[in-house]
């Protein structure tokens, strides 16, 4: 529901560019298919006259031709994620050493307030519970404090994720 796309808000912003990977928001990995948007008329004439557009490979082809026939399935998938995206936010929000970042996203940005930095965490949860997630403390815009990234997956992977942090809250 969060767009950039509106022919409207292009228009009235023809600074805007938008450009968008489908493999990145439909969660299609390797599919190398996207687009640009904008409001600037010159700037897309010129695109047009001056790039190239590139040949899309045979998935990306068969893609394209599947999306239609899966478009209620994919609207419903997204629902149901939107709802457990939610209800994971509630769940680590109650983790007493993180700061949860509310998302967007298939992830949640989260600081780590204390008690671990993001390094002893990510290799506390791999060691003791098998579980991975990403430190992106060394990532530069950080400046120093610690943050992790945690993938929004299925209700009982959230669960088991949720249930590790709380432990190691204890």
């Not at 209620?72 to 709802?83: G, N, P, S, V």
């Not at 949640?108 to 204390?114: A, G, I, R």
């Not at 003791?128 to 990234?149: E, M, T, V, W």
């Amino acid at each position: 529901s969060i767009s950039l796309l509106g022919e409207d808000l292009l228009n009235l912003n023809p600074h805007l560019i938008v450009i968008k990977s489908i493999s990145k928001s439909y969660g299609v990995p390797g599919l190398r298919l996207g687009f640009l948007a904008s409001g600037n008329k010159e700037l897309i004439r010129l695109l047009k006259k001056d790039i190239s557009i590139w040949n899309i490979n045979s998935f990306a082809e068969f893609y394209m031709q599947i999306f239609i026939k899966y478009k209620d399935d994919y609207e419903k998938a997204c629902l149901k994620f939107l709802r457990e995206r939610d209800r994971f936010f509630s769940n680590l929000r109650q983790v007493s050493f993180l700061r949860v970042i509310p998302s967007a996203a298939n992830y949640f940005l989260c600081e780590v307030t204390d008690t671990y930095t993001a390094e002893e965490l990510c290799s506390s949860l791999l060691s003791q519970s098998n579980i991975l997630i990403k430190n992106c403390s060394p990532k530069a815009g950080f400046n120093g404090k610690q943050y992790i990234r945690l993938a929004i997956r299925d209700r009982d992977d959230n669960d088991k994720l949720t249930e590790a942090l709380l432990q190691l809250g204890k």
